[in-house]
């Protein structure tokens, strides 16, 4: 039987959110303790809040938005590469991974460790610009990292660009502190929101039986 792992932030009040951005609402509209029927509630979140996918419409006009995308991209065999650099991800880095693995590729780096914090450091670890090029000319069409933003702090644009324009979506804030480095397969979907940039995902992950998982062709 297949082991899953819950690679999912949690969503509520107290999740951190991307600074600048509204906090999560989760409001009861409805509730039995009130003696009314049911209970109900209103959500509201940013698109890009807790674990999310960014689709390539989040920074190209003519890109796919969330509900156009192929599901396939978000279920199947992944590779999850260690990275243990202070700063980058560097071209270097991404060149370990072994061939045939490109599709879906996974960073864990030392942003596990505060992925969840109450804290947003912007010292992060994230994925220089070269390394997204050459996931690119991989055919890779799902990338994850274990922090709010694939892109370094200090350029939150290209990155984000070379990945989305060339239609490879973009797994964020993806909780990898069960998970090992090698092989795992991966279900990351999100939900169909019409004309999506972005939106949160529930994401399952397991490293055994990967055998389970068809062969991508």
Known sequence: MT????????????????PGDDPIDIAPTCQISKGEVCNES???IGSHNTTHIDAP?????QGQRIDEMDVDVFVGPAWVLQVDA???IRLADVQRIPEGE???????????????????????????PD???YLVEKGCKLVGIDYYSICPYADLETTHRTLLCNAVAILESVVLSQVSAGPVKIIALPLKITGGDACPARVLISSRNRQDVAPDH
């Open 131 to 133: 390394g997204a090029a």
């Open 86 to 88: 202070p700063d980058l």
């Open 3 to 18: 082991h899953w792992i819950d690679a999912s932030l949690p969503i509520s009040k107290d999740s951190l959110v991307w």
């Open 57 to 61: 419409y989040h920074f190209d006009e």
């Open 42 to 44: 209103r959500i509201q």
């Open 102 to 128: 490109f599709k879906r590729v996974l960073f864990k780096t030392r942003n596990t460790k505060r992925l969840g914090d109450k804290t947003f450091h912007t010292d992060y670890v994230g994925l220089e």
